[in-house]
């Protein structure tokens, strides 16, 4: 299994990205939940929020200062899910990265990490 983070890249404050997280390798494959990670330059990483993908798909951003600007969703196939982060501000700036339980028939539920992408902020 690989998760696959995309949709980073440079953006003016104000601006919006929605970041995917794609679970890939094997046929049948679902993301049982997920989490955002994010590390600006310097500092620790820090969880933005997370996402169970059970019958109600609850999400929560753990960053009291994220949650009227970032959101996290995941798609009906059970297979990717997003961070979409509106009117960012510099202090955003960061690699994004998420990690995944996920569940394939031949291994059942692993965590997985996927790779960062890199979100910058100008201002």
């Known amino acids: 299994v690989q998760l696959q983070a995309s949709g980073g890249g440079l953006v003016r404050a104000g601006g919006s990205l929605r970041l995917s997280c794609a679970a890939t390798?094997?046929?049948?494959?679902?993301?049982?939940?997920a989490e955002w990670y994010r590390q600006a330059p310097g500092k620790q990483r820090e969880l933005v929020g997370s996402?169970?993908?059970?019958?109600?798909?609850?999400?929560?951003i753990a960053i009291d200062s994220l949650k009227d600007r970032f959101a996290i969703s995941g798609d009906t196939d059970r297979k990717t899910v997003y961070l979409q982060m509106n009117n960012l501000r510099p202090e955003d700036t960061a690699n994004y990265f998420c990690?995944?339980?996920?569940?394939?028939?031949?291994?059942?539920?692993?965590?997985?990490w996927g790779q960062g992408t890199l979100v910058t902020v100008s201002s």
């Open positions: 990690s995944a339980n996920v569940y394939t028939a031949a291994r059942g539920s692993v965590d997985y």
């Open positions: 996402i169970t993908s059970g019958g109600n798909g609850r999400s929560t």
């Open positions: 390798g094997h046929a049948f494959i679902i993301i049982n939940s």
